[in-house]
Nanobody, 116 residues
Framework: QVQLVESGGGLVQAGGSLRLSCAASETGFSINTMGWYRQAPGKQRELVATITRAGSINYADSVKGRITISRDNAKNTVYLQMSSLKPEDAAVYYC??????????WGQGTQVTVSS
């Protein structure tokens, strides 16, 4: 079982920056893709960004130019650097990971609140 632990969420002013981190536990499973989804109240969970172990990145159109995803393979950690935050970015952000075997894992979520 892979455990994902997110950190870095909190309250930020609109226009501010925040960096989220997600660390995956060591379980003997190799992690391929890691990424971030978010879910605002009353809305579907949506993809924010993903990154493969090889470094292939996929961003949602809504965050391109404002968000950078990166990872440290040695630490099994993925980061989400966010800037120019908008109230619309407020959501619970969930870390996700997919092993090379195709197993999917989710973190518990971290709250990002953006004040006007």
């Amino acid at each position: 079982q892979v455990q994902l632990v997110e950190s870095g969420g909190g309250l930020v002013q609109a226009g501010g920056s925040l960096r989220l981190s997600c660390a995956a536990s060591e379980t003997g499973f190799s992690i391929n893709t890691m990424g971030w989804y978010r879910q605002a109240p009353g809305k579907q969970r949506e993809l924010v960004a993903t990154i493969t172990r090889a470094g292939s990145i996929n961003y949602a159109d809504s965050v391109k130019g404002r968000i950078t995803i990166s990872r440290d393979n040695a630490k099994n950690t993925v980061y989400l650097q966010m800037s120019s935050l908008k109230p619309e970015d407020a959501a619970v952000y969930y870390c996700t990971a997919v092993s090379v075997a195709g197993n999917n894992y989710w973190g518990q979520g971290t709250q990002v609140t953006v004040s006007s």
